[in-house]
């Protein structure tokens, strides 16, 4: 959401609406923590129509205003928790917040989460911790008992991700992150909504496929689709186009592997539908701000 967050373009669309990528350093934890007071950029900065790659929850300590995802209106007023999806477009604000205002913007990749580091993105829509991130979710209001027990959450959260070099940073960033993700999805609606059934076709076909050399043309024709069609009408339905989707999974396997196995590059590449081991490091680097050697030393050490 910040500029602090979300630096660099990644990508943009064909409407012109910009895709912010997250911010990859070396050291730093894949989840940032903002506090937004009067005076300061407002939670809808970027101050126009745009999208991110990573997902964020949005918490108002007090204050309003509003701003738009997707067309849609939504108020910021105290107590509210909104849950930003990959790909969800935003809209300035359609009102600026009141002078005392206050919230909280926290930007996460799941690889964040111990939970969600091994997890196929296939199923995020429908993760029981993502479940304020699913369609037909996305807002919250936390009852007036629990908002002090939030503060306090964010407030440490802000103060591990902020010092990642100190013993155990990751590990609190973690539990922390993933208290929140609790708390924001026990306020989700308790029955989520039925999966889309071309989402879900396509997700199997990822599945199936991503470990093969397959591309976007590749899995719409396996479908009956064309891929333009195909892409626009998964970006549509999810926020992303296929070629995302197909990535995402295929880097998630990258980092399963690097992980929990010693293969050397070349072998984990082939096994993850990618062309060769320096595709792998430069499609690595540019997603995580690391060689892939290093990330490996870096969850070893």
Excluded at 81 to 93: D, F, K, Q, S
Excluded at 192 to 206: L, M, N, S, T
Excluded at 234 to 243: A, Q, S, V
Aim: cysteine-free.
């Amino acid at each position: 959401m910040g500029r602090s967050l979300a630096r660099g373009v990644r990508s943009v669309r064909a409407d012109g609406t910009p895709v912010y990528r997250y911010e990859r350093r070396p050291g730093r934890l894949p989840v940032s923590v903002r506090r937004f007071d009067a005076g300061a950029e407002p939670p809808g900065a970027p101050d126009h129509r745009h999208a991110h790659d990573f997902h964020v929850l949005l918490y108002v300590e007090r204050g309003g205003g509003s701003f738009a995802v997707e067309g849609e209106e939504r108020a910021l007023r105290p107590g509210v928790v909104h849950a930003l999806a990959p790909g969800e477009v935003i809209a300035a604000p359609a009102a600026a917040p009141s002078h005392d205002g206050r919230a909280w913007s926290v930007a996460f990749t799941p690889d964040a989460v111990p939970e969600l580091a091994d997890v196929s993105p296939l199923t995020w829509p429908h993760h029981p911790l993502l479940a304020l991130f699913a369609p037909g979710a996305g807002t919250a209001e936390v009852a007036a008992a629990d908002r002090a027990r939030w503060r306090s959450w964010l407030e440490d959260l802000a103060d591990e991700a902020g010092r990642p070099d100190r013993l155990g940073a990751h590990e609190a960033a973690g539990a922390l992150l993933t208290r929140l993700l609790v708390a924001s999805a026990r306020l989700a609606p308790a029955v989520p909504g039925a999966p889309d059934p071309v989402v879900q076709r396509v997700f199997e076909q990822i599945e199936a496929t991503f470990r093969e050399p397959v591309s976007a043309a590749d899995v719409a024709a396996a479908l009956g689709y064309t891929p333009g069609h195909l892409t626009t009408l998964i970006r549509k339905r999810t926020g992303r186009p296929l070629l995302e989707w197909i990535t995402e999974r295929r880097m998630t396997e990258v980092r399963r592997l690097l992980r929990e196995t010693d293969l050397p590059l070349a072998v984990v590449a082939s096994r993850t539908g990618l062309r060769d081991a320096s595709y792998l490091v430069r499609r690595f680097r540019a997603r995580y701000g690391a060689t892939p050697q290093a990330w490996r030393r870096s969850q070893r050490s």
